[in-house]
């Protein structure tokens, strides 16, 4: 059997903190058999798995357990999609006006999962369900020439990345290393019609979404677990809660896919999507009682190789 390579090594020895299916994750996209990866993921973590052998993967997936004792020919269906049952998409009536504040859409989705959703007349299928926080990932929302020009059109502006302080400012931090450019809300035409279909596809006005931000990872830049809502008890001076509310839900689009790492990852949740080009992770945390969820604590898995690049937009409760 291969030795362990040394970029996953030193950095999960040093990230243990992550779910153990983070590293079956990145063997097999680094090309290593299914029997290869159970067989890594079982070794690294032996003393993990003696002390919580009912360790469990997120509800898309099978419990680690479970995964490690399947048959070689089963193994590939651990990360396979969830099956759903179809429900019918809500009415364009039925959703949130501009007029009134908008939440997380409960019930929007009805009270299962649909296998897909509908925009502009499209069905894009939804793979890697989780329900606390709500999360999963739709796939081929945009087009690969549709991904290459959001980086085309934002390579030129691409600027250090900063974080949010408490007294209405920003800040660069040991936390966020990526760069990244916004792109004006409806900009260019490319823009607009994707603001326009993230707006359909995810039953939320289009006015409440933040502008889209497009970041650029490379190799060791990641973006530890955070939360994207603003805190009312630390970020009351934020200058955009009062004027838009607070943030309720996040969609993250992958423009490309590293050669290795750089995955999405939900720690409290034991959840992670790996960076599929095209596909967009939705989740959302905040309900109509404005309750907000700290399982949507997230980060971005450090970049091993190649680069990352996805689009990030924010949704408010009220028009931006």
Not at 41 to 48: G, N, P, Q, S
Not at 143 to 152: H, N, T
Not at 237 to 266: D, H, K, M, W
Request: net charge negative.
């Amino acid at each position: 059997m291969p030795q362990l390579p040394e970029t996953i090594s030193s950095w999960l020895t040093q990230n243990k903190q992550y779910p153990h299916h983070l590293l079956i994750n990145l063997l097999l996209q680094a090309n290593y058999t299914p029997e290869n990866a159970v067989l890594y993921c079982k070794l690294f973590f032996a003393e993990d798995f003696a002390a919580d052998p009912h360790q469990v993967h997120p509800p898309a997936r099978r419990s680690v357990e479970q995964a490690l004792s399947l048959s070689l020919a089963d193994f590939v269906q651990v990360c396979a999609p969830n099956p759903m049952t179809e429900t019918t998409p809500p009415k364009a009536d039925d959703l949130p006006s501009d007029s009134k504040p908008f939440f997380a859409p409960n019930g929007d989705f009805g009270p299962t999962f649909p296998n897909a959703l509908q925009a502009e007349g499209v069905r894009y299928p939804i793979t890697g369900l989780c329900h606390r926080p709500r999360a999963f990932q739709v796939l081929n929302v945009l087009s690969v020439e549709e991904c290459q020009q959001l980086i085309a059109e934002s390579r030129h502006q691409l600027q250090p990345s900063t974080v949010a302080t408490t007294d209405q400012g920003t800040q660069r931090s040991a936390v966020r290393t990526s760069y990244g450019a916004q792109l004006a809300k409806a900009g260019s035409p490319l823009v607009r019609k994707i603001e326009q279909r993230l707006a359909q596809l995810f039953h939320f006005p289009s006015t409440h979404g933040e502008p889209l931000q497009i970041l650029k990872y490379a190799i060791g830049a990641e973006y530890k677990p955070h939360l994207d809502y603003f805190d009312p008890k630390l970020y009351q001076n934020q200058y955009s809660v009062p004027r838009c509310g607070n943030r309720v839900a996040t969609i993250i689009l992958y423009l490309n896919e590293p050669e290795l790492g750089g995955s999405t990852i939900f720690p409290k949740a034991q959840l992670d999507f790996m960076p599929i080009q095209g596909s967009a992770v939705y989740f959302d945390y905040c309900n109509a009682e404005g309750e907000l969820d700290p399982k949507s604590l997230h980060g971005g898995t450090p970049v091993l190789a190649g680069e990352k690049w996805i689009a990030t937009q924010w949704v408010r409760m009220q028009p931006w």
